[in-house]
């Protein structure tokens, strides 16, 4: 592969005139004979714009003979004594005619590659996993907004603060259910089913189902399983990188004099290549399962009856009465309100749930609370003042 070196001189700005873009052969200043120092930047070089797909330079190289002389002087060095610029290669500062002492600065030069930097191997993932992933990457983004939103506004939502109000009213409500332990027919797999005798309930407690009287058993379909069924050819396409000709891709690197060396040479370039991927894969079929399913008897708790009583305030809670079998149970549920008004911007209103008959007699309606509500006006917490 051809190398191809230029030369490319930079620019500095004086900051005694504001003259701009002076080329960097010039030490001093052409407006106000002003020595290039340190100071004020104008050891700071301009060297223009690159390509971005080479990296080559976008300004002419040097081809005059006094500028290339100066380029591969070396680097530039500061008089200790006056600041003044210096070429890399005098011993005497240009301008007070001091020699080159160790605490001379000097500007930094990068070290020399013998050739352009190599072309990374080329990449194996194909063009449509990046474009997966960007898509993949859009989507996590959307469903990273929703999700975040959705869990501030559960966090703000869910948030407490303390203030005070008052009980408004209280109500109760009970219900008894009556269940009896009755003779019902089901279906269920035959190799499931183990006959056994019911055990009936005495006083609601103590019952045991039984299965008996196993009859009608057919043939039905209980599920299925994957058979193997030969093979398959499947395909996909897939894309890979291909050489495909060359390319230019330049590198620079600073000679610490205003002067950059451009090194270009012609690298192997890849294109995107599209091809089938094809392999033979095990074909599979469902195969559906087959087993017995046979009717039964046993038992099972129904609801037979209920009643219910609800009051409020002053209304002591009771529950309703219900008569029995030996055969029957009951069961009870109890249910409480609190209803409170509370400050929070205005006046609101809420309810809260005590959880037994005990707290929920220790209400009064009238009664001065402080509340724990949360910003979605849920009641977290009462307390009497």
Same mark, same amino acid.
């Given at each position: 592969?051809?190398?191809?070196?230029?030369?490319?001189?930079?620019? %500095?700005?004086?900051?005694?005139?504001?003259?701009?873009?002076?080329? +960097?052969?010039?030490?001093?200043?052409?407006?106000?004979?002003?020595?290039?120092?340190?100071?004020?930047?104008?050891?700071?070089? /301009?060297?223009?714009?690159?390509?971005?797909?080479?990296?080559?330079?976008?300004?002419?190289?040097?081809?005059?003979?006094? #500028?290339?002389?100066? #380029?591969?002087?070396? +680097?530039?060095?500061?008089?200790?004594?006056?600041? +003044?610029?210096?070429?890399?290669?005098? !011993?005497?500062?240009?301008?007070?005619? =001091?020699?080159?002492?160790?605490?001379?600065?000097?500007?930094?030069?990068?070290?020399?590659?013998?050739?352009?930097?190599?072309?990374?191997?080329?990449?194996?993932?194909?063009?449509?996993?990046?474009?997966?992933?960007?898509? +993949?990457?859009?989507? $996590?983004?959307?469903?990273?907004?929703?999700?975040?939103?959705?869990?501030?506004? $559960?966090? %703000?939502?869910?948030?407490?603060?303390?203030?005070?109000?008052?009980?408004?009213?209280?109500?109760?409500?009970?219900?008894?259910?009556?269940?009896?332990?009755?003779?019902?027919?089901?279906? $269920? %797999?035959?190799?499931?089913?183990?006959?056994?005798?019911?055990?009936?309930?005495?006083?609601?407690?103590?019952?045991? #189902?039984?299965?008996?009287?196993?009859?009608?058993?057919?043939?039905?379909?209980?599920?299925?399983?994957?058979?193997?069924?030969?093979?398959?050819?499947?395909?996909? !396409?897939?894309?890979?990188?291909?050489?495909?000709?060359?390319?230019?891709?330049?590198?620079?690197?600073?000679?610490?004099?205003?002067?950059?060396?451009?090194?270009?040479?012609?690298?192997?370039?890849?294109? /995107?290549?599209?091809?089938?991927?094809?392999?033979?894969?095990?074909?599979?079929? /469902?195969?559906?399962?087959?087993?017995?399913?046979?009717?039964?008897?046993?038992?099972?708790?129904?609801?037979?009856?209920?009643?219910?009583?609800?009051?409020? =305030?002053?209304?002591?809670?009771?529950?309703?009465?219900?008569?029995?079998?030996?055969?029957?149970?009951?069961?009870?549920?109890?249910?409480?309100?609190?209803?409170?008004?509370?400050?929070? /911007?205005?006046?609101?209103?809420?309810?809260?749930?005590?959880? !037994?008959?005990?707290?929920?007699?220790? %209400?009064?309606?009238?009664?001065?609370?402080?509340?724990?509500?949360?910003?979605?006006?849920?009641?977290?917490?009462?307390?009497?003042?």
């Amino acid at each position: 592969m051809s190398k191809r070196i230029r030369i490319i001189e930079g620019t %500095w700005n004086c900051t005694s005139c504001d003259t701009k873009g002076i080329l +960097a052969r010039h030490k001093k200043c052409p407006q106000c004979n002003n020595p290039r120092e340190l100071t004020g930047k104008e050891s700071e070089f /301009d060297f223009g714009g690159t390509d971005a797909a080479t990296g080559k330079a976008l300004r002419e190289g040097v081809t005059d003979e006094k #500028a290339l002389d100066l #380029a591969h002087a070396g +680097a530039d060095w500061f008089c200790a004594y006056c600041g +003044a610029s210096n070429r890399g290669d005098q !011993t005497l500062c240009k301008h007070c005619q =001091a020699e080159r002492t160790d605490d001379a600065r000097a500007l930094h030069e990068e070290e020399a590659a013998e050739d352009a930097p190599p072309m990374p191997a080329p990449p194996r993932a194909s063009s449509t996993k990046k474009t997966l992933g960007k898509v +993949a990457l859009v989507i $996590g983004g959307s469903l990273f907004f929703c999700c975040s939103s959705t869990i501030i506004y $559960g966090l %703000w939502s869910t948030s407490t603060h303390d203030t005070t109000g008052q009980l408004l009213n209280t109500e109760w409500k009970r219900t008894v259910y009556q269940e009896r332990y009755t003779p019902v027919t089901l279906e $269920g %797999w035959q190799d499931e089913l183990r006959p056994q005798p019911p055990r009936m309930p005495v006083n609601g407690l103590g019952e045991f #189902a039984g299965v008996q009287n196993v009859r009608g058993c057919v043939s039905s379909r209980r599920g299925s399983r994957k058979v193997a069924d030969g093979t398959q050819r499947v395909c996909s !396409t897939k894309t890979r990188k291909k050489a495909c000709g060359t390319e230019e891709k330049c590198q620079t690197r600073n000679k610490g004099n205003g002067f950059q060396e451009e090194v270009c040479k012609d690298v192997t370039r890849y294109c /995107d290549e599209s091809y089938e991927d094809c392999r033979n894969e095990t074909r599979y079929r /469902d195969e559906p399962v087959y087993a017995s399913k046979c009717d039964y008897d046993t038992y099972q708790w129904k609801e037979v009856g209920r009643r219910e009583l609800s009051g409020q =305030a002053g209304e002591p809670p009771r529950w309703p009465e219900l008569s029995v079998s030996p055969t029957d149970r009951l069961r009870r549920e109890e249910h409480y309100v609190l209803h409170v008004e509370y400050e929070d /911007d205005g006046k609101k209103q809420a309810t809260f749930e005590p959880k !037994t008959e005990q707290e929920f007699l220790s %209400w009064k309606p009238g009664q001065t609370v402080s509340v724990t509500v949360t910003r979605g006006g849920d009641i977290q917490q009462l307390l009497p003042r």
